[in-house]
């Protein structure tokens, strides 16, 4: 984590404001399938609520299942509120 909050500062990123906007925000998801209570949580404790994570989770690994609820990453994404993945855009 502490390097990734390295990387976030050479972007610029200043923490402080909670949910503030930002310039960089990296977070770490998954580590082969692992379940620690942390530092770092994993799997990431919101991940299966994040359209913006879970959608593009879906292009570089399909086949990926949360390691604690078992869901596939289809199943999360069909649960996911419509509007969410509507609001998701590919770039």
Do not use: C
């Not at 923490?15 to 998954?30: C, E, K, M, S, V």
Request: no cysteine; net charge neutral; aromatic share 6%.
């Amino acid at each position: 984590m502490d390097i990734l909050h390295e990387v976030e500062r050479s972007f610029g990123r200043k923490r402080g404001i909670l949910n503030a906007p930002r310039t960089l925000d990296l977070d770490l998801i998954d580590y082969d399938g692992r379940v620690e209570r942390g530092p770092p949580v994993l799997p990431h404790p919101r991940v299966q609520d994040r359209a913006f994570v879970l959608l593009p989770l879906a292009d570089v690994a399909p086949a990926w299942v949360h390691p604690v609820t078992r869901l596939s990453l289809r199943q999360l994404i069909d649960q996911l509120p419509q509007k969410d993945r509507e609001a998701t855009v590919a770039f």
